[in-house]
């Protein structure tokens, strides 16, 4: 089998949300959070997946010249230094290369201008241009997105480059009509309301309307399109259950073990045409 080229795509910035590489506090005790980098990695490494991919680069936008990204950063920053948090073991390898090794920086520098501003959408597509450059460089065949809060166009529009070749992984049910449907960076956060039997109405205000309990949550694998978490699903599984008392981290730790990683292994799976037992 001819190995296909992947590049993983990146928001560090979401990540330290989810204190990837810590312990966390989980229902009066700790745990580990493992990043899905890391649960990629650890395939890649143990699984036949490492027979059908090698992971060619690790590439993050986030921008070092940013105070909102240095903040969010904070504890972590955009290099591992010694001494100082990680997103995971600095050590690890990947098909026994060092991970660190095979991170590159291409920070969304538009991102610092307004949203309004009429500079912002050529800025994006300078953004855009570099990304092909690198994936280009790279030789990337497949290029999964974790976290990235960014919203892709030239890439992945019909007959672009890398249209069907760019997939997310996304931490809820995309299918469209899914009682389940949970698309958006608020993803975990409308999953943990709906098991109180509530939807949000106001993501600034965090206004809330009362609506039948959903105590169930998963993850897609799909394709990215121009849209927000609304390309083809690949995989997607729902074996996550919520409880109303739920912390967002303690939500994000199980969904990350219960749906987002078998989604994420199974879903690389199908597009390498692998059997459905060679995955974890």
């Given amino acids: 089998?001819?190995?296909?080229?992947?590049?993983?795509?990146?928001?560090?910035?979401?990540?330290?949300a989810d204190r990837a590489g810590q312990y966390i506090p989980y229902k009066g005790d700790?745990?580990?959070?493992?990043?899905?980098?890391?649960?990629?990695?650890?395939?890649?490494?143990d699984t036949d997946l490492g027979d059908a991919y090698v992971l060619r680069g690790v590439l993050f936008d986030d921008d070092e010249e940013s105070e909102r990204d240095q903040l969010a950063l904070k504890g972590y920053g955009f290099s591992y230094r010694p001494g100082a948090s990680w997103f995971y073991p600095p050590y690890l390898d990947v098909q026994r290369v060092r991970l660190n090794s095979l991170l590159q920086a291409l920070p969304s520098t538009y991102r610092r201008l307004p949203l309004a501003s009429p500079e912002r959408p050529g800025a994006k597509r300078?953004?855009?241009?570099?990304?092909?450059?690198?994936?280009?460089?790279?030789?990337?065949?497949?290029v999964v997105i974790d976290g990235l809060l960014v919203i892709l166009d030239a890439l992945v529009r019909p007959g672009a480059p890398y249209c069907r070749r760019i997939v997310n992984i996304h931490p809820g049910i995309t299918r469209s009509h899914s009682p389940y449907q949970r698309r958006g960076a608020h993803a975990t956060l409308d999953a943990l309301y709906g098991a109180r039997g509530l939807r949000v109405t106001d993501w600034t205000t965090l206004a809330t309307e009362p609506v039948p309990v959903v105590d169930m949550t998963g993850a897609s694998f799909h394709y990215v399109d121009t849209g927000i978490d609304s390309g083809e699903v690949i995989v997607?599984?729902?074996?996550?259950?919520?409880?109303?008392?739920?912390?967002?981290?303690?939500?994000?730790?199980?969904?990350?073990h219960d749906s987002l990683f078998p989604a994420l292994c199974e879903g690389l799976a199908v597009m390498a045409g692998l059997p459905d037992d060679s995955t974890p």
């Fill in 1 to 16: 089998m001819t190995k296909k080229n992947l590049v993983y795509l990146w928001s560090m910035r979401n990540a330290a």
């Fill in 30 to 45: 700790q745990r580990y959070m493992k990043s899905p980098l890391q649960c990629l990695v650890e395939a890649l490494n």
């Fill in 126 to 142: 300078v953004f855009e241009a570099r990304l092909l450059a690198v994936l280009q460089q790279l030789d990337a065949d497949v």
């Fill in 236 to 256: 997607d599984v729902l074996n996550t259950r919520i409880h109303p008392e739920d912390t967002i981290l303690e939500l994000r730790w199980n969904n990350f």
